[in-house]
């Protein structure tokens, strides 16, 4: 698997010092993507990482080793499903929503976590994600794609990111979620492929389950509504998401695309962070309200609050 340091490097010279750069350049980002205002009301997803090297690739697909064809999705799915009955209202045990309880708890899965907000996604970008703080080390990255753009790669044709309940249930429309729905693989983990193929009016129009979508999650815990998160679902091929983006750009069919794209397909971008200025970030984040403790209302980050609480109180306590 080749490593994610980006391709796209349009925005990625120059790594941004504080909130303000941020949002400046995100801004430049948007009118560069839409340049028809009417257009900019479209969502972009945002995606933090502390490690700008770390491949746009959902924990499932990472846990593969070279040699290993299968997903190992079926027996998460099966034991889930087992053992947290008592614990998970039945409609959640079912569909996209399974997944996105399976991700909410830590299981492997083909999720890959985004954001409608960029300074969430900053707030992750700072943060490892084992909660230390990241200064003076590799530049923190922010991913900046158009989820339309990724969606038209996929199904050929101009599809913008739907909630979960907009797809429809007909196993025939090429355009349902329900073909990327666990589990994408049997038992023996073999991959169950779906491919279709339809006439409209003008084109002849294929697609198949091989790539990522982009989809609005039905918001079932407090975590997503605080995070404003949205998610890709991997399909079949374990490529990272920039790998997706730099075949499309670089195939000699890209003018065929139907979604029509100002100049190119480079709709997927990186937005470095200095690392020394990561404190400082984290501390313009907290003033502006992104914090644990708002973007994880939950019991367990209490603690998180105590912590945080007890640093203001006695500021000469390490920062964890």
């Not at 799915?77 to 209202?89: D, G, I, M, N, Q």
Request: hydrophobic share 35%; charged share 25%; net charge neutral.
């Amino acid at each position: 698997m080749s490593s994610a340091q980006p391709w796209n490097q349009k925005y990625g010279n120059n790594a941004v010092a504080g909130v303000g750069e941020f949002t400046k350049l995100l801004c430049q980002i948007r009118e560069e993507l839409y340049p028809d205002t009417i257009k900019r009301h479209a969502p972009l997803f945002f995606r933090g990482t502390s490690d700008p090297c770390e491949n746009l690739l959902p924990k499932l697909y990472k846990d593969l080793g070279p040699d290993d064809e299968r997903f190992r999705e079926y027996e998460y799915l099966t034991h889930f499903k087992t053992y947290a009955a008592p614990y998970v209202e039945p409609h959640l045990l079912t569909g996209m929503n399974l997944l996105t309880v399976m991700q909410h708890h830590g299981v492997p899965t083909r999720l890959l976590d985004w954001t409608l907000n960029p300074l969430v996604a900053l707030f992750f970008a700072v943060h490892r994600p084992t909660g230390e703080a990241v200064d003076n080390d590799k530049k923190p990255c922010v991913w900046v794609m158009d989820p339309r753009a990724l969606n038209s790669l996929t199904y050929d044709y101009d599809v913008p990111p739907q909630e979960t309940g907009a797809f429809k249930e007909a196993a025939h429309s090429r355009f349902d979620l329900q073909h990327w729905l666990p589990p994408l693989t049997d038992a023996a983990g073999k991959p169950k492929k779906f491919d279709f193929a339809g006439r409209d009016l003008q084109n002849l129009r294929s697609c198949d389950n091989n790539k990522p979508v982009a989809f609005l999650p039905t918001l079932n815990n407090n975590r997503l509504i605080a995070q404003q998160s949205v998610f890709t679902v991997h399909g079949v091929e374990t490529n990272p998401i920039e790998q997706v983006f730099k075949e499309a750009e670089e195939s000699p069919l890209k003018h065929i695309v139907r979604y029509p794209l100002p100049s190119d397909l480079n709709r997927l971008f990186p937005v470095y962070v200095e690392p020394q200025h990561a404190k400082a970030i984290r501390h313009e984040l907290a003033f502006f309200g992104i914090t644990y403790e708002t973007l994880f209302p939950e019991l367990p980050y209490v603690a998180t609050l105590m912590r945080r609480i007890v640093q203001l109180k006695w500021p000469g306590m390490r920062e964890g």
